[in-house]
């Protein structure tokens, strides 16, 4: 597996964002239900912050993979031209 390959990259970015903000959301959602079920409000809580915590790890991890060059941007070395 290519990690470098641009549809891969695209994956990685929106899974990236989706787990970001849902993980939001469901946690948003555990800490306004925690007054009516407490089991089930700590469980969203939890839940919603597991998914962000992946979602910034996938953040992290993204920054560090190298981007591949575009085809045909590649430079010419000086030597390579004569």
Request: no cysteine.
């Amino acid at each position: 597996m290519n990690l470098t390959n641009p549809q891969t990259l695209a994956r990685m970015d929106k899974l990236t964002w989706i787990l970001i903000f849902v993980g939001l959301f469901v946690l948003a959602l555990g800490i306004a239900s925690h007054r009516e079920t407490p089991a089930g409000g700590w469980t969203l809580s939890v839940m919603g912050a597991i998914a962000m915590a992946i979602g910034v790890v996938l953040v992290y991890l993204r920054s560090r993979i190298p981007e591949a060059p575009a085809p045909g941007a590649q430079s010419t070395s000086p030597t390579e031209e004569t």
